[in-house]
């Protein structure tokens, strides 16, 4: 049996990187080497066992969703869809069923048969992942590389798609004042994309190095030690506060700043996921008639990001601050997990 290196999470917080059998691939998928991958805080999470039974359902478990690679194998059929061994390809997590009313209207990420076995699966997340040297995906969750860009900047197209999902979902239009709290990785993809979308003003809200970095690449920033970050906006808006807050911190204090500081009418999309109790002031939520919508991955972002960010319009390789090879994951994640390291994006090569 033909085997390769992968990372196994044998239970919480106990990972190694080991030898394990290759998998091949089923009807309309393909089996690709991976060249790159992207931590995700979300890998962070599910190897520190933060949503047990749920991702994953079981361990041992390979995770791992940001990644890109070559073509090695096809499945069955999967050359029907204009695939070829050797095509340079992104992946992307989410393998739904395509069927039930949600995937029929286009909103795939919220498949109402998600982890029913058969029907759905999100890789390096209810299925094997890619922190390994090959991984198998169905034909609807890779998407083509152009050749301007290098298998990196592939790993971080997905990201980039929930960063534009987010400000999709925000509903920025041409001239919005938009703030995005968090400067983190998905925020400051947001911040661009928020600006490709045709936003007037993007403010980042946020501290230290991270926000350093979203003044380097052009953003306007707003610091949160020195003075309530609501009062800056509301300054910076002579008093009426922002139309769109993109809230990718997922604290329940930026959540709260984030509903303060909209003008009446506005719009917080929320793609952080908070870990603790959230109070909101719901009275000012009615009165002002202002929205709060959720983000889940990405629905269909994947085509449409990918000519933004070949063109630089949402800017991938700057956010990549280290890189280790699989065999080192430890120090890659311990890297990823300390914030004064001032990491922001790991790409890890098997």
């Known amino acids: 049996m033909d085997t390769m290196e992968a990372l196994v999470v044998s239970e ?5 990187v080991e030898s394990v059998p290759m998998p091949s691939p089923g009807v309309d998928e393909v089996r690709c080497r991976v060249r790159a991958v992207s931590i995700c805080g979300t890998d962070a999470h599910l190897i520190r066992g933060d949503y047990p039974g749920f991702w994953p359902p079981a361990f041992p478990f390979i995770p791992g969703h940001e990644w890109a690679g070559q073509i090695e194998a096809l499945g069955a059929g999967a050359e029907r869809y204009g695939w070829a061994i050797g095509d340079r390809v992104a992946g992307t997590s989410h393998d739904a069923c395509g069927v039930c009313q949600k995937c029929v209207e286009g909103r795939y990420n919220l498949c109402e048969n998600y982890g029913r076995a058969g029907l759905h699966k999100q890789y390096g997340h209810n299925e094997q992942g890619a922190y390994a040297s ?8 890779i998407f083509r590389l152009p050749e301007s860009l290098g298998f990196e900047e592939g790993a971080l197209l997905d990201p980039a798609s929930i960063a534009l999902h987010t400000a999709h979902r925000g509903g920025v239009r041409a001239g919005d004042d938009v703030a995005v709290m968090g400067p983190g990785p998905i925020g400051l993809l947001a911040a661009d994309a928020a600006r490709a979308l045709g936003a007037g003003r993007v ?9 350093a970095t979203a003044a380097a690449l052009g953003h306007h920033t707003v610091e949160t030690t020195a003075r309530d970050p609501v009062d800056t906006l509301r300054d910076l808006t002579e008093g009426r506060g922002v139309d769109v807050v993109l809230e990718c911190a997922g604290s329940s204090q930026t959540t709260r700043w984030a509903l303060a500081a909209l003008r009446k009418g506005g719009r917080c999309a929320s793609v952080g996921i908070p870990t603790d109790e959230v109070q909101l002031a719901l009275q000012a939520l009615v009165l002002n008639e202002l929205e709060l919508v959720g983000v889940r991955a990405s629905a269909g972002e994947m085509r449409r990001v990918i ?18 090879p699989l065999s080192d994951y430890a120090t890659a994640l311990e890297t990823f997990n300390e914030r004064s390291s001032g990491a922001l994006k790991i790409i890890v090569t098997p």
């Not at 403010?203 to 926000?211: F, P």
């Open 203 to 211: 403010m980042v809200v946020g501290r230290g190095v991270r926000l």
């Open 307 to 324: 000519p933004l960010v070949t063109d630089g319009r949402i800017r991938v390789r700057e956010m990549i601050t280290h890189r280790f």
């Open 134 to 141: 090959y991984v198998v995906h169905h034909v609807k969750a």
């Open 12 to 16: 919480p917080n106990r990972f190694r």
